[in-house]
């Protein structure tokens, strides 16, 4: 029976939490965790690729069918297993505890810390804009640059380690959020509702705005025109178009069809909307969360995935697809070219002149505090379950005695988030994992298959919708889109494995020390 499968440290821990969040925050939690600064730049690098503009939606489209599918095999494991740390639990009652402490092993290293860095990092960019100082070429003590360091189809190094005013914001930024979120579940997720809502709202304003106040005749004549008795908008969008794409750093150009492409443009939208299973990480502290957290997921990704679909139709009515890297205007540069990538920005100073980039930041920077918050709150629960499983420092088992949160893991998880925003790696470090964030979405649905037949009594208060259909279908296309990177794009490839794999050793390592660890599950 479940009972008696249950892992010990699962089974105490239950009582200890906190249940502090309410079916709104947990809707939030998926929200806000998801919409970071990722839909207002990747655009243009997904534009660039594509050079089509159904081309640009069918990737956004397909990351959302894709986000969306896997939110509803996660919402059966969540209301399951409704335990502090998700994911790495999933893994490790489906597949062993060798599989949730490489997934614990590579979110601690680098999916979750990393992502926190990137994402305070952004909002110090974004602080520049109102305070000049605030800049990564305003060194307060740079210690030395790492030239680029050439090995096989990747580029390591070429980066400057140090503080400057930029990292120095994102630092204060995590500590800040990291205080905040050990003083009670609640107040992390009140701060979270609110930012949740501004940003969303903001997200809402840029879609409304483009699509009844900015809509451009030379945009939409460029993307939903004719030319030559052909729609624009399925310009090179044919089964038997061809689109070049670089081997790697600096290997050969190699043609691909339209499904390649639109896999390879995949590392920009899945980044910008990951970190939807955050909320599973703190399923101790929702309430209800057999019924709670199925419908914050679903509810969660379905209304991001709007968004972000409508925000890039705001995109192609507002600017045109195609662009001239050296084009003086914004028109010219087109969303291939915007400055910095900055689509959104560029968007919002075409519609209200010089003061939209100052209006955008401003959203940016509600949108990126919020983000943060969210990854914070939610991260620290996996490495909290990890060490009640004795695989991660003790002391990160060990909860505030007043609050009820896991103080010792926000501080750990703190403390190495600084190290990276100062390492100036965490920006490699991300490019590295996307591939291997969806080796491990891949074997969590997977493990909705393998407990299916392993424990088919166990009390299921909510079936995957689709199933077995959808989530198959979830993991043929992911695999896909892991073997198009594998052979496209092996410098976001070969280095995630490389992490992923130096965890083994970790791992025996760690049991040979704790006899126990893993030994429950």
């Known amino acids: 029976m479940a009972t008696e499968t249950k892992p010990l440290s699962v089974a105490s821990s239950e009582a200890e939490f906190v249940k502090g969040i309410g079916p709104i925050s947990a809707t939030t939690i998926v929200m806000g965790s998801m919409i970071g600064s990722g839909i207002f730049i990747v655009s243009a690098e997904i534009a660039r690729l594509v050079d089509s503009p159904a ?6 489209l397909l990351t959302g069918f894709l986000t969306i599918t896997g939110a509803l095999a996660y919402g059966e494991l969540a209301a399951m297993m409704p335990h502090a740390g998700g994911q790495y639990v999933y893994l490790r009652e489906a597949l062993g505890p060798l599989w949730g402490f490489l997934y614990g092993w590579t979110l601690y290293l680098v999916i979750q810390t990393g992502t926190i860095a990137a994402v305070g990092v952004a909002f110090g960019k974004f602080l520049g804009v109102f305070l000049p100082s605030v800049s990564s070429s305003h060194w307060l003590i740079h210690l030395w640059h790492v030239p680029p360091i050439p090995i096989g189809p990747m580029v390591l190094g070429n980066m400057d380690v140090g503080l400057n005013t930029q990292n120095l914001a994102a630092i204060l930024l995590v500590i800040f959020l990291s205080v905040l979120n050990i003083f009670g579940v ?17 997200l809402l304003g840029l879609v409304l705005l483009g699509l009844f106040v900015g809509r451009n005749a030379q945009a939409i004549a460029a993307n939903f025109g004719m030319s030559n008795g052909i729609a624009n908008f399925w310009r090179n969008a044919g089964w038997h178009s061809l689109h070049a794409v670089q081997v790697g750093v600096g290997g050969p150009i190699a043609l691909a069809g339209v499904c390649t492409i639109v896999a390879v443009a995949q590392v920009g939208s899945l980044f910008s909307s990951d970190a939807w299973n955050n909320i599973t990480f703190t399923a101790a502290e929702v309430k209800n969360p057999r019924r709670n957290l199925p419908l914050a997921l679903a509810l969660g990704t379905g209304a991001v995935t709007l968004l972000y679909v409508l925000a890039n139709v705001v995109y192609l009515y507002v600017l045109p697809l195609q662009g001239d890297p050296n084009g003086t205007t914004i028109l010219a540069r087109g969303i291939e ?14 519609i209200f002149g010089p003061n939209g980039a100052y209006i955008m930041a401003a959203a940016i920077l509600v949108s990126t505090f919020g983000c943060n918050n969210g990854l914070i709150l939610a991260g620290a629960r996996v490495y909290y379950a990890m060490a009640k499983d004795g695989l991660f420092f003790r002391g990160a088992a060990k909860l505030h005695p007043k609050y009820r949160t896991p103080a ?3 501080a750990m998880q703190c403390m190495w988030t600084c190290i990276l925003c100062i390492s100036g790696s965490y920006g490699q470090l991300l490019d590295y994992i996307i591939f291997a964030v969806l080796v491990f979405y891949i074997l969590t649905i997977a493990g909705l298959f393998v407990l299916r037949v392993k424990r088919p009594e166990e009390p299921r208060p909510y079936r995957a919708i689709g199933y077995p259909v ?22 976001y490839t070969w280095p995630g494995l490389i992490i992923v794999l130096l965890g083994i050793p970790v791992y025996f390592l760690w049991s040979r020390r704790n006899p126990q660890a893993g030994a429950q599950a």
Request: hydrophobic share 60%; proline share 3%; aromatic share 12%.
């Open 55 to 60: 081309l640009l939606l069918a990737a956004w």
């Open 337 to 350: 070219y915007a400055s910095e990538e900055r689509v959104a920005t560029a968007v919002m100073q075409q």
């Open 470 to 491: 959808l989530p198959a279908l979830y993991i043929l296309i992911a695999i896909f889109i892991d073997v198009v990177l594998l052979r496209y794009k092996p410098q």
């Open 408 to 410: 010792h893991s926000l």
């Open 186 to 202: 609640r107040l992390g997720a009140a701060v979270q509702n609110v930012f949740t809502f501004a940003k969303t709202a903001a």
